[in-house]
């Protein structure tokens, strides 16, 4: 713990000081290549931060698919079923897929079981009861 507390309280204040900050923006186009080289690790660090931090906060820049097998030359994939097709259905129910894993889409199958031991996800199925 010592090294730990002295670092904190010594070591790293002593690095911060020794850096060749300027005073103001306009003060970056005057620093020297090694001075650059010198603040290299901190602007590495901060800018890595940040981007961890936007990355966490908006999921990255781009949209990342859902469904990845089903209809997917279809602009819109949409499924309808007439109510009294769930009231002549076995147990008078049905069971929709809402993970985009089922292999019987648009009806469940349980593959969001699967899928959600993977991902931490607690995706399940609609249940429509007559």
């Known amino acids: 713990m010592d090294v730990i507390k002295q ?5 790293l204040p002593r690095y ?3 850096l060749p900050i300027p005073d103001d923006f306009a003060g ?5 290549s090694q001075e650059w ?9 901060v800018f890595g ?4 931090i936007v990355e966490g906060l ?7 698919r859902i469904n990845t097998t089903i209809k997917l030359k279809e ?3 949409v499924d309808s079923e007439a109510t009294s097709a769930i009231a002549k259905a076995k147990d008078g129910k049905k069971v929709y897929c809402r993970c985009w894993k089922s292999k019987t889409f648009p009806y469940c199958d349980k593959s969001h079981v699967e899928h959600n031991a993977a991902t931490g996800d607690n995706v399940g199925p609609l249940v429509i009861k007559a």
């Open 16 to 18: 911060l000081k020794a």
């Open 49 to 52: 931060l940040v981007f961890l």
């Open 75 to 77: 602009e819109k994939v």
């Open 28 to 32: 970056f186009a005057e620093l020297s």
């Open 58 to 64: 908006f999921g990255g820049s781009g949209s990342k």
């Open 37 to 45: 080289i010198a603040l290299a690790p901190v602007l590495l660090f």
């Open 7 to 11: 670092s904190l309280t010594e070591a």
